[in-house]
């Protein structure tokens, strides 16, 4: 490479100044700007050599932000059902949907990185967003919190549940913590709901009926899907709450806040903020297809 090419490709602020300065002298001779930039040349060139090299390990910035957004948004199925009910180890999406206008919002986790395996790394929120895609952030697992029931049984009123990421995300459970001076959700100031590694009481939630004259009588019953559904946290007694009238400015895009919060009306009931849907597809005819027609065995 000549020297006009160095010049063009190693070229600061400082060689502009000063080969407009030699023009204005009529310096046509480049060799008198080497003694002027030879060290910031050799600075850019340190600078390009790391750059290179972090390029070559994808840890850029650019690089790091597209392998955030591939991970998180990586595909998932849903669990589909033929009996129309919620069962352990089911893989579900939590969905709010707003009364006046329609518009569907589900429960997604927002790591703040994630590892080279995958994994999402705390702090992990959890918010609401409007990405209908099924993917690894906003699919989850609902486990029951009891080891002695058969898995084939459907989950119950009146249970102890978790949710869990799915797996390739580190397994992260939903986790509702106490409020205190530095702990609560940054805006709506309640108590802040994120997923976390550990399991604790703080990550078990309860099943409730929406209307609360027939939770004495639906305790114990089988969970349908999609089905209106209230979810208290054991270890704070709050409901897991969507904060409609907040807004959280995301990478990607605006997204609504997620709560730990009783809204009550004047009657004691829980408000829509507080009321969710285990949704699961259900599998019809059409994707098992008809009954199975067995020939006939006739005696010879």
Not at 37 to 48: G, Q, S, V
Not at 152 to 159: A, N, R, S, V
Not at 196 to 205: A, D, F, N, T
Not at 260 to 275: I, Q
């Amino acid at each position: 490479m000549n020297r006009t090419g160095i010049q063009g490709f190693y070229e600061t602020s400082r060689d502009r100044k000063q080969k407009f300065a030699n023009q204005r002298h009529k310096y046509s001779d480049f060799g008198v700007l080497l003694d002027y930039w030879f060290d910031e040349r050799a600075r850019a060139e340190a600078e390009t050599e790391i750059m290179l090299y972090k390029m070559s390990k994808n840890q850029l910035g650019f690089q790091k932000l597209d392998k955030y957004l591939v991970t998180i948004s990586r595909p998932i199925e849903l669990t589909r059902n033929l009996d129309g009910f919620v069962h352990h180890s089911d893989i579900i999406r939590l969905r709010w949907t707003e009364i006046s206008s329609g518009r569907l919002y589900f429960l997604a986790a927002l790591p703040f990185s994630v590892a080279d395996d995958g994994t999402f790394e705390e702090p992990c929120l959890a918010t609401a967003t409007e990405d209908s895609r099924i993917m690894a952030r906003s699919a989850f697992h609902v486990f029951r919190n009891n080891n002695l029931i058969p898995n084939h049984i459907p989950l119950t009123y009146g249970e102890c549940i978790l949710f869990c990421t799915v797996d390739g995300t580190g397994h992260r459970l939903l986790e509702c913590e106490p409020k205190s001076f530095s702990t609560y959700a940054r805006k709506s100031d309640h108590r802040e709901v994120k997923w976390v590694k550990e399991l604790s009481s703080r990550s078990l939630w309860k099943i409730l009926h929406v209307d609360k004259e027939k939770r004495r009588k639906t305790e114990g019953k089988f969970v349908k899907s999609n089905t209106d559904v209230i979810l208290k946290n054991l270890a704070t007694g709050q409901n897991l709450a969507f904060e409609k009238n907040t807004s959280m400015n995301t990478v990607l895009g605006e997204e609504k806040e997620v709560s730990g919060h009783l809204y009550l009306d004047r009657f004691k009931s829980e408000e829509a903020e507080n009321v969710w849907q285990l949704e699961a597809p259900l599998m019809g005819p059409e994707d098992y297809g008809g009954p199975i027609h067995l020939p006939r065995c006739e005696t010879l």
